[in-house]
């Protein structure tokens, strides 16, 4: 999970950098509450010792809202082209991501 995180950082890199160039000024944007919220939830159930599969529930739960976020705005009509173009992109990776939550979880169920 700690690439994964790596992974949103840059993404959230890559959509300030073009929002700035768009805009033409600096825009900083965060990760979303609820992502910086999941990632911090698992780390802490880690830390005390949470199960593997409630650690799974909770990455599932933070790529579903991922997931939920990157349909959205790709919803938005007036998005423009080179933003679209990367958030397409990120949206591959993130439904990637999905599946592999979703892959543990299928397994360690299986156990």
């Given at each position: 999970?700690?690439?994964?995180?790596?992974?949103?950082g840059?993404?959230?890199?890559?959509?300030?950098?073009a929002?700035?160039?768009?805009?033409?000024?600096?825009?900083?944007?965060?990760?979303?509450t609820?992502?910086?919220?999941?990632r911090?939830?698992?780390?802490?159930?880690?830390?005390?010792?949470?199960?593997?599969?409630?650690l799974?529930?909770?990455?599932?739960?933070?790529?579903?809202?991922?997931?939920?976020?990157?349909?959205?705005?790709?919803?938005?009509?007036?998005?423009?082209?080179?933003i679209?173009?990367?958030?397409?992109?990120?949206?591959?990776?993130?439904h990637?991501?999905?599946?592999?939550?979703?892959a543990?979880r299928?397994?360690?169920?299986?156990?």
């Amino acid at each position: 999970f700690t690439d994964e995180a790596s992974y949103r950082g840059k993404f959230a890199h890559q959509l300030e950098t073009a929002l700035s160039a768009i805009a033409g000024k600096h825009v900083e944007e965060g990760g979303t509450t609820s992502g910086t919220l999941h990632r911090a939830w698992g780390e802490l159930k880690g830390n005390l010792g949470g199960s593997d599969h409630t650690l799974l529930e909770s990455a599932e739960q933070g790529e579903e809202s991922a997931k939920k976020t990157y349909a959205d705005a790709l919803n938005e009509p007036d998005i423009p082209t080179p933003i679209r173009a990367i958030l397409e992109e990120q949206q591959v990776h993130i439904h990637k991501s999905y599946e592999r939550v979703m892959a543990m979880r299928h397994s360690f169920a299986a156990a």
